[in-house]
């Protein structure tokens, strides 16, 4: 038992640590027998390579910007997208279609006329400019780039066109306030944007909605009068929007219920930057 235990001790161990034990022990019965011990554990790069410590790593010499290797295009920053490099590029997508209204080659646009981005850059932002147009890859197949509205302003990614919007209301009349996915259908249809049904419910909820056409702007003596009643009722939108705010959404309300302690809390969110209500 007791010659047992070192055997099964010896086999789980990695092939270079048995091949070490068996060196150093070999060395030693030598010694103490007087015989010479083996070659293969008389060889010291067996032996060396695993007792002698890594060198410490020496320091990197600073070397010249230009031998370092130029990046790649992934690797960079993000660059926005000027009026002119819009123009340009929906002039490389028609000149790169594998066929009269085919699919745009984007690695060939990316090598030809943007080497500074990458190809997916390219066709996002193609993509982008088609959405402002009312557009898709599909519907836009053939079509002529001076017939495209490019413009220099960038659109957020739910912003919705003003073909979208003129829409929107008569669709959701059509369907009611309830039945979403056919209004997505029916929307993915009528301007060839395909959109989930909660950019449509959002906007509705927010913007395009009869309360929310007629509903007056949001002011610091509303914004006081809800953080009142919030820490008096809770922070249920629905039941505060059509107890005490009946002029406004639940969904607006849930806005400024969350901005309600931040320095946003009395501005309206209908509002941008420039002070026009949207």
């Not at 490019?150 to 929107?168: F, V």
Request: a positive charge.
């Amino acid at each position: 038992m007791s010659l047992i235990l070192p055997l099964v001790h010896f086999i789980r161990q990695p092939a270079s640590k048995r091949r070490w034990i068996s060196a150093l022990s070999a060395v030693a019965a030598s010694k103490t027998s007087g015989t010479s011990a083996p070659e293969s554990a008389r060889r010291p790069d067996l032996i060396v390579p695993l007792l002698k410590p890594k060198k410490p790593r020496e320091a990197s010499t600073i070397r010249n910007q230009n031998d370092d290797p130029k990046p790649s295009a992934a690797s960079r920053p993000r660059q926005r997208w000027s009026l002119a490099d819009k123009k340009r590029l929906v002039q490389a997508a028609e000149s790169c279609r594998k066929a009269p209204g085919g699919l745009i080659a984007w690695a060939q646009v990316q090598q030809l006329h943007f080497q500074d981005r990458t190809a997916i850059a390219c066709r996002d932002a193609y993509i982008a400019i088609l959405k402002s147009n009312g557009l898709n890859l599909t519907s836009s197949a053939g079509l002529s780039g001076n017939k495209l509205e490019i413009s220099d302003k960038s659109h957020a990614r739910h912003s919705l066109t003003e073909r979208e919007r003129s829409e929107l209301p008569r669709i959701v009349c059509k369907h009611g306030e309830r039945n979403w996915d056919a209004v997505a259908e029916e929307m993915a249809q009528v301007d060839g944007i395909h959109r989930h049904k909660g950019v449509y419910h959002s906007m509705w909820n927010l913007y395009l909605c009869p309360r929310m056409q007629t509903a007056p702007l949001w002011d610091a003596e509303k914004a006081e009068r809800l953080k009142q009643l919030a820490a008096q009722h809770g922070k249920d939108d629905v039941f505060l929007a059509y107890k005490f705010f009946p002029e406004y959404s639940p969904a607006a309300l849930r806005v400024m219920l969350r901005r309600m302690d931040t320095r946003l809390a009395a501005v309206d969110y209908r509002v941008n930057k420039r002070g026009i209500k949207g």
